[in-house]
């Protein structure tokens, strides 16, 4: 079964609004969160990685007052697309850094993704 | 140069056939992750592995670190396969992705 879920799968949105993206690890701990995002046609990019009770750490390029990263649990990381824009339209990526039960290193596993589209 | 090729590009294979995509990447790893993107976009982990070769129902992934090469492997293939397969070489959250396989399987 799946390991990281995100929520909303899709959504749409007014220019000027703020959305926010759930990315949730399902029955295990997640030190550290990854956020991509996608271009039609393009490849994956990291925009930020995120662990539990800090700071994230943005890439470069990425404007961090824009994409607001909350990891307030061990289990939950929040992506907000503060003032949105049409050009921010795209498909958002998380992903987790975990330990399954009895394993002896971590995994790192991908959500669904969430599509994003600014009218 | 790209740090991460995959080949072929696209793929067209009757249902039923083996399906062979390879990677080759430049980049320094810990981890090499094997994903499936579906039309809608939504992403798949399928293989996340550091060494030797990996099985999960119709699906292997093999990798040799010395050559910096992985394979993915889709044996009896079925038209429910047909996705987009991304090669992500890489440290931890810092993966290189390949421009992904167009896998299409035919009944």
């Known amino acids: 079964g799946a390991v990281v879920s995100q929520h909303p799968s899709r959504v749409i949105c007014k220019s000027g609004t703020s959305v926010k993206i759930e990315c949730r690890s399902l029955?295990?701990?997640?030190?550290?969160m990854f956020w991509y995002r996608q271009f039609p046609k393009q490849s994956l990019m990291l925009m930020a990685t995120s662990n539990e009770g800090s700071k994230a750490t943005y890439e470069q390029g990425v404007e961090k007052d824009k994409f607001l990263i909350n990891h307030a649990s061990l289990t939950l990381s929040t992506l907000t697309v503060t003032s949105a824009h049409p050009e921010d339209s795209s498909f958002y990526i998380c992903s987790a850094r975990v330990r399954l039960a009895g394993a002896s290193t971590d995994t790192q596993y991908f959500g669904p993704g969430t599509r994003l589209t600014v009218l | 140069k790209n740090e991460v090729e995959q080949s072929p590009q696209n793929l067209t294979a009757q249902e039923g056939e083996f399906i062979t995509i390879n990677c080759s990447y430049s980049v320094g790893i810990s981890a090499l992750h094997w994903l499936q993107q579906h039309p809608g976009g939504g992403i798949v982990s399928l293989f996340m592995l550091s060494s030797g070769k990996k099985k999960h129902g119709r699906l292997i992934a093999t990798i040799n670190i010395q050559e910096k090469h992985s394979s993915l492997h889709i044996t009896a293939s079925h038209p429910r396969d047909s996705a987009v397969y991304i090669c992500a070489p890489g440290w931890w959250g810092k993966l290189q992705f390949g421009a992904g396989t167009q896998v299409v399987v035919t009944p």
């Open positions: 029955d295990f701990q997640a030190t550290t």
